[in-house]
Structures are given as C-alpha cells and as structure tokens.
C-alpha cells in the first residue's frame, strides 16, 4: 500500500489545514487509517486514527478540533485541523495497518511527512 500526505503548511494561531491522505487501495480495505506527529526533538505521537468498524480515536489533545474523515470512493482520509496551536507544530505521518487473521497488528504503512507549522 501506498501513502500520498499533502496539504501541510503554515497557519497563524487559532487558524485550520487540512491534512489528505491518498492511498492506493481502498481505506475500506485497511483496517487502521489515521495520521501520527513528530514535534522536533519529541517522539512519533498517535493524533488520531480511524477504525474498522467505524470508531475513531483522538488524542486528548486534539480532542473538539480535530475531525477524522474517509471517503472510500476517493480512497482518502482527510484530517480537518481546526484552532491550530503552536504546539501543533510538527512533522504530520499518515499511516495505515493491517490486521492479522487474529486480530493483531500485521504490516503497517507509511506515507511521507509532511510539515505543519503553527505561527504565535
């Protein structure tokens, strides 16, 4: 599977981006979609995810200003940022898993960073 992020940038405080994830197959097909961050010098941090099944889970963080999104025709999850903070800043990863036949976790995709900058 492959992983296409886009729609990084730079945004004022209290400004919103949306961050799309393309990949080459269905979401539908995949049983984890989401997006992880890296803040310089911090560690990979789960932001939020979309699961088979249909729940979704937040970071406490991002929790009434992030939206999760899927649109399996598109074969895309978007991540609407809303009431960006300077510590949204960060290295933005989309990422995708596979279950095993058991239910664990099997393989897991990465797409590319991309950069999102929140200015004070």
């Known amino acids: 599977v492959q992983l296409q992020a886009s729609g990084g940038g730079l945004v004022q405080t209290g400004g919103s981006l949306t961050l799309s994830c393309a990949a080459s197959?269905?979401?539908?097909?995949?049983?984890?979609m989401g997006w992880y961050r890296q803040a310089p010098g911090k560690q990979l941090d789960l932001v939020a995810r979309?699961?088979?099944?249909?729940?979704?889970n937040y970071t406490e963080s991002v929790k009434g200003r992030f939206t999760l999104s899927r649109d399996n025709a598109k074969k895309t999850v978007s991540l609407q940022m809303n009431s960006l903070k300077p510590e949204d800043t960060a290295v933005y990863f989309c990422?995708?898993?596979?279950?095993?036949?058991?239910?664990?976790?099997?393989?897991?995709?990465w797409g590319q960073g991309t950069q999102v900058t929140v200015s004070s």
């Open positions: 990422y995708a898993e596979e279950f095993t036949p058991w239910g664990t976790t099997g393989r897991i995709y």
């Open positions: 197959r269905s979401p539908s097909s995949l049983n984890v």
């Open positions: 979309y699961i088979s099944g249909g729940s979704i």
